[in-house]
C-alpha cells in the first residue's frame, strides 16, 4: 500500500498540473476557438474518463468476490506461497522464514517421531506463529509425541542448512517444557556486524542501580548488564574478549562516582593498568602475595557484609536490601563495592590460598547481593576442578564467549544449558570474537551478546580517557578514592579467637588451632601451642585443663577484650 501511495503521489505530481492547465483553456475558450488538436484532445480526455469511472464502479462491485476467491484458493494451497504476496521487498527473501518453512526444515532433520508425525499427515501446532524479533524471525512451536526440543537443539546444523542459514544464526532452545520449542532464526548476515562504539565512550554517567551497557542482543537491542543484586562469571577461550567484557563492566561501574572498585588479576597482564586512578584496591601478578591479598580482600568484603546488615537493620523500616537512596548517605556507607577477579582460576586452583578462596566466594555469592557488594569472575578454564561447582550454580549472570566443549560451557552457563541448546560451543574462534552467549543478563532464558569494545592495544588506548572523565567525576561530587595499594592492617589474634569459639564455653586449644588455620591459613597455618599459649599470655591468661585436656574459656576472652577496650 505504501509503494501504490508513493507511486500515486509521483504520477500526481507529474500529471496534476498538465491536467490543471487543460482545465484553465477549457474553462476559458470555447472549443471553436481552440486548434482542432487541442479540441480533439480534449474530446478524448472526456470520452476516456467516463470508460474509465464505468470501470472503476464495475471493480468495486465485484473486487470483494474476486479477492475472497483469491484469498480462500491461496489458502487452501500447501506451498509456501507467492513471493509477491508473502514476503516483503528483502535482501533476503530467498530464505524468507514463516510457518511453512519451518515445518518443511523440521520434517527432514530425520528424528523419527517428527518423520513419523509428518507422513501421517500431521500438521504441527505454532503457539507462537512466526514474527518479526528483532533481526530476525521467532516461532514457537509444540512438538509432536515422542519428540523433544533437546533432539531438535542436538540437529543444530542440519536444521539451520535447512532454513538457509548459518548455524550461529540459528538457535533453537527449550521453552517452558520439553516439549516445546523456541526458535528464533537471524537475518542473513545480521550477527557477523560488530556491536559499535561504546555508548558511554565519550561522555555520559552511570548509576549501576540501573545497570551498565554491556553490548547488542541477537535482536539488536541494547543490553544494559545488571550490577546491583548479581554477580558474574565470565569464561571463554583465549583471545575471544573474555577480559574485554569484564573491562567493559568495570568501565560502566568505574562512571557512577558512588561505586568503590577492587581489581586482583591472577597473572602478569596490563588489561586493568589504565584503571589505576581509579581504584581503591588493585593487585596484579603471579607470586603467592597477590593471591594471599585477594583472598585477604574477599575476608574483608564479608566482614563488610556483615556490617552492612548491621547497618541496614539500625535504619526506620528495616530496609531488607541497599537502595540508591542508602547508597548516596555517605554516613551509612552503604556505597555500591564492585570487586573483580580476572584469571580467577588460578586463585581457586591456588595451592595454599585456593580452598579458602574458594569458601569466601561462595558465601559472598550467596548473601552479599542485597548488599551492594559484586562479585565479578573471569576465567580461560571453567572446567569443574578450576571453578567451584557452587559458584556456577549461585552467580547471577554467566557469560561464554568460544568454549571447546560441553564441560566449559555448562560450568560457566550452569548445568543442563547445553542439552537445552544454549551453545557457546557453537561459537568460532576468532570469527565469533566479541560475541558471547549469556543467561541471567535479561528475563529471557539466554541472549546471544555482541559486545561493546573499548579499545586497548597496539598503541590504542581509549580506556584512559574514559578513566579520567570517571576520576573527575568523583571529584564533582565530593568524594575521594582509597589509595590504590593494600594496606595490610595487622590481625587482631585476640578477636579471632573469639570468634572461632562460634559462641562455646570451652573450647580444646587444638580446636582452636585449627578453626584459626581454617579462618585464615596465611596467618595461623604455622602456629603451633606455644605461639597460641604466647599470644594468649600477653593478654593475662592462658589456657586451662578441662576433663583432661587443655581448654580455652569463653570468659578469659571476654574479660581480657573488655579489659582491652
Known amino acids: 500500500m505504501a509503494i501504490v501511495l508513493h507511486r500515486c503521489v509521483v504520477t500526481a505530481a507529474f500529471v496534476g498540473p498538465v491536467a490543471l492547465v487543460l482545465w484553465c483553456v477549457d474553462s476559458w475558450m470555447a472549443r471553436a476557438d481552440m486548434w482542432p488538436w487541442l479540441a480533439g484532445l480534449l474530446r478524448a480526455i472526456e470520452v476516456t474518463g467516463q470508460v474509465l469511472l464505468t470501470l472503476a464502479w464495475i471493480l468495486l462491485a465485484i473486487a470483494p468476490v474476486g479477492w475472497l476467491v483469491a484469498a480462500a484458493w491461496e489458502g487452501r494451497n500447501k506451498d509456501s506461497g507467492e513471493g509477491w504476496l508473502t514476503r516483503p521487498d528483502r535482501d533476503d527473501t530467498d530464505s524468507w522464514v514463516d510457518e511453512r518453512v519451518v515445518s518443511k526444515a523440521l520434517a527432514h ?90 555508548p558511554l565512550q565519550h561522555d555520559g554517567q552511570v548509576d549501576v542501580f540501573d545497570g551498565v551497557p554491556f553490548g547488542l542482543t541477537q535482536r539488536g537491542v541494547i543490553v544494559n548488564a545488571p550490577l546491583i543484586e548479581a554477580n558474574w562469571l565470565v569464561g571463554g577461550r583465549p583471545g575471544q574478549g573474555k577480559s574485554s567484557a569484564l573491562r567493559t563492566l568495570l568501565l560502566g561501574a568505574a562512571l557512577d562516582p558512588t561505586a568503590e572498585l577492587w581489581v586482583f588479576v591472577m597473572g602478569e597482564s596490563p588489561d586493568f593498568d589504565p584503571f589505576r586512578p581509579r581504584l581503591a584496591r588493585y593487585r596484579m601478578g603471579m607470586d603467592d602475595a597477590v593471591a594471599e591479598a585477594a583472598v585477604k580482600a ?23 536490601k541497599v537502595s540508591r537512596k542508602l547508597a548516596d548517605r555517605p554516613g551509612l556507607a552503604l556505597h555500591p563495592l564492585v570487586c573483580a577477579i580476572d584469571e580467577c582460576h588460578e586463585l581457586f586452583q591456588h595451592p595454599k590460598f585456593g580452598k579458602r578462596a574458594a569458601e569466601l566466594a561462595v558465601r559472598l555469592i550467596k548473601r552479599g547481593r542485597k548488599y551492594g557488594i559484586v562479585l565479578l569472575l573471569a576465567t580461560q578454564s571453567p572446567t569443574k576442578d578450576s571453578i567451584p561447582r557452587e559458584v556456577t550454580r549461585n552467580v547471577s549472570c554467566g557469560v561464554a564467549f568460544s568454549v571447546a566443549d560441553q564441560i566449559a560451557n555448562d560450568g560457566l552457563l550452569g548445568s543442563g544449558k547445553y542439552r537445552a541448546g544454549i551453545r557457546a560451543a557453537d561459537l568460532r574462534m576468532k570469527t565469533d570474537r566479541g560475541t558471547c552467549v549469556a543467561v541471567g543478563v535479561t528475563d529471557a532464558s539466554f541472549e546471544l551478546i555482541r559486545t561493546f569494545y573499548v579499545p586497548f592495544e597496539d598503541g590504542v588506548d581509549m580506556v584512559t580517557p574514559v578513566i579520567e572523565r570517571a576520576v573527575a567525576l568523583v571529584d564533582e ?89
Open 109 to 198: 532433520l530425520g528424528i523419527a517421531p517428527l518423520n513419523a508425525f509428518f507422513k501421517n499427515g500431521g500438521e504441527l501446532h505454532y503457539s507462537v506463529p512466526a514474527r518479526r524479533d528483532g533481526k530476525g524471525t521467532y516461532v514457537q512451536v509444540r512438538l509432536p509425541l515422542g519428540t523433544t526440543a533437546d533432539m531438535v537443539a542436538d540437529r543444530r546444523d542440519k536444521l539451520a542448512a535447512n532454513l538457509g542459514r548459518a548455524k550461529l544464526e540459528t538457535w533453537p532452545t527449550e521453552g517452558d517444557e520439553a516439549g516445546v520449542l523456541d526458535l528464533w532464526v537471524a537475518d542473513k548476515g545480521v550477527l557477523a556486524s560488530k556491536a559499535g562504539v561504546w
Open 298 to 320: 574477599l575476608e574483608e568484603l564479608l566482614a563488610e557484609m556483615e556490617r552492612r546488615g548491621k547497618v541496614l537493620g539500625s535504619q526506620p523500616g528495616r530496609p531488607p
Open 477 to 565: 561530587a565530593g568524594r575521594a578514592i582509597a589509595s590504590a595499594e593494600i594496606e595490610s592492617a595487622p590481625v587482631d589474634h585476640l578477636a579471632d579467637v573469639e570468634r572461632v569459639m562460634r559462641g562455646e564455653h570451652r573450647v580444646p586449644t587444638r580446636v582452636v588451632l585449627a578453626r584459626l588455620a581454617e579462618q585464615n591459613p596465611a596467618e595461623y597455618e604455622r602456629w603451633t601451642f606455644s605461639d597460641l599459649k604466647g599470644m594468649l599470655a600477653a593478654h593475662g591468661f592462658g589456657p586451662r585443663k578441662s576433663g583432661g585436656f587443655q581448654v580455652i574459656r569463653a570468659e578469659d576472652v571476654a574479660a581480657a577484650l573488655a579489659s582491652r577496650r
